[in-house]
């Protein structure tokens, strides 16, 4: 019975074992070929990134593409946000160890890109014949299923002489991947010590290459490829015909390699940018905004409160400060316009900075209004200024946005000497706000806090007024 018992247990373990390596095994993959993007922590910009992955996946899911849609994330991303990528978005998650930078101590180093070697994982995921790379600044317009089709590494120069790495195709290869690694512990040569410049280093070749063309039978093909520019259109060629003209290959990807701060999932980025407003489109259509309405209402409630509280009171400048002496008092007069000029310039630059950054441009333009029209009515009724020439920079970004917005321009080139010209001849009438500002706060000085001194009544006695 004893021997018995022993191999029930040894039995009921070895079961127990099996259903806890099922349970921790992650799903088979469901089609041969995968979509990937990469998503780490780090940066000050976390949390609009992973907006924009997940933007990025639900309009692959919407354009029905035959593949997996897969996030290589760090460990360290946080686990509602792998919830929602997975359960929300359909998503399969790969949890990686961060990659260490060996050039990290690099002169030209940006630390933006400092984990952007976890890219290197995509070789490892082997379980795929092929695997499109994506950064989370692409626009998918229409399905590029084809590009799975494509050799073991594919790119496009968006550059003349270097592609970019912001969607490439790849066979995953273990061996590759291992000699990656051994690469980077060696030092291979980085120029700008991010993905970029090893993947470009690792494949040199790929300039000579030949050009994708998809197979019509659906065969993949062996080798490396240059893909076509349409598969990764730099939106900087849209901006100056103000309309793609891209001959070779489909019009298929927008890619947005600009400035950091230009990111199309940013609310100022339109209409700065025109297209800015399309990728906000496809967020409209897929994931919506309703992780930005809470904060967007409860500030439109705050600035409304606002421009009514200063409606009703109107506080006298007068108990500032008291006449002691022509010094003391041109110091404080002078002390007053500067703080003056300087609350009417935070005024107008406070709202960008707690808006939600991701929200839509036309919701986060009319919130900055709102909001810079708010605080700015605080200043007029602080410092009793005219209301004109203090909002003489707020009808000026009025009529910037609908100068940039303007829809009918025949090119990039006719809208940037239209935006030019608008400012050139604005900028009388903000100089002539300034001087008004300036002459404004002096009068209400003399009226307000030294007229009873100008009439020969004594100052203020009382310790609490000499506190002001």
Request: proline share 7%; glycine share 6%; hydrophobic share 45%.
């Amino acid at each position: 019975m004893g021997r018995n018992a022993q191999w029930w247990m040894l039995l009921l373990l070895g079961l127990g074992l099996g259903l806890c390596s099922e349970a921790t095994t992650p799903p088979s993959p469901r089609y041969k070929n995968a979509y990937a993007t990469m998503m780490y922590m780090g940066t000050p910009r976390d949390y609009e990134f992973y907006v924009a992955i997940r933007v990025l996946l639900k309009s692959l899911s919407k354009l029905n593409v035959h593949a997996d849609l897969l996030v290589i994330a760090s460990i360290d991303v946080p686990l509602p946000w792998i919830r929602a990528l997975e359960e929300e978005d359909g998503a399969k998650v790969v949890r990686v160890e961060n990659m260490e930078n060996p050039y990290k101590h690099q002169d030209n180093f940006d630390k933006r890109f400092k984990l952007s070697l976890n890219k290197l994982y995509a070789w490892s995921l082997v379980e795929y014949d092929r695997v499109v790379m994506l950064d989370a600044d692409n626009l998918f317009l229409q399905n590029t299923d084809e590009l799975f089709q494509c050799g073991q590494f594919c790119a496009v120069f968006i550059n003349p002489c270097i592609f970019h790495t912001g969607l490439f195709v790849l066979q995953p290869s273990m061996a590759v991947f291992t000699d990656m690694v051994h690469e980077l512990k060696n030092g291979r040569e980085n120029p700008d010590g991010a993905d970029q410049g090893f993947i470009a280093s690792y494949f040199p070749e790929l300039l000579d290459r030949p050009m994708f063309h998809p197979p019509q039978n659906g065969t993949k093909l062996d080798g490396s490829y240059r893909l076509p520019l349409g598969y990764q259109m730099d939106a900087s060629y849209y901006y100056l015909k103000l309309r793609w003209s891209v001959p070779c290959g489909p019009n298929s990807v927008i890619t947005f390699p600009g400035a950091s701060w230009l990111k199309p999932w940013y609310w100022w980025s339109w209409p700065v940018l025109p297209l800015g407003l399309q990728w906000h489109e496809q967020r409209r259509q897929t994931l919506g905004y309703g992780a930005e309405m809470a904060a967007t209402l409860i500030q439109s409630a705050i600035y409304l409160g606002v421009i009514a509280m200063t409606r009703l009171a109107r506080p006298s400048f007068s108990k500032l400060c008291y006449r002691r002496s022509d010094k003391s008092v041109n110091l404080v007069h002078n002390s007053l316009k500067v703080i003056a000029l300087w609350c009417i310039l935070a005024a107008y630059i406070t709202p960008f900075f707690i808006i939600p950054h991701t929200v839509h441009p036309i919701l986060g333009w009319i919130l900055y209004l709102v909001g810079a029209f708010s605080l700015c009515s605080i200043v007029i009724n602080v410092f009793l200024l005219p209301m004109l020439p203090v909002l003489v920079p707020w009808i000026g970004i009025v009529g910037a946005l609908m100068v940039m917005a303007f829809p009918w321009y025949p090119d990039g080139v006719v809208r940037a000497l239209c935006i030019f010209g608008y400012a050139f001849c604005y900028a009388p009438f903000m100089w002539a706000s300034v001087v008004r500002i300036v002459a404004g706060l002096q009068l209400s000085l003399e009226r307000e806090a030294f007229f009873p001194t100008r009439l020969g009544e004594s100052s203020p006695n009382s310790w609490f007024n000499k506190l002001y």
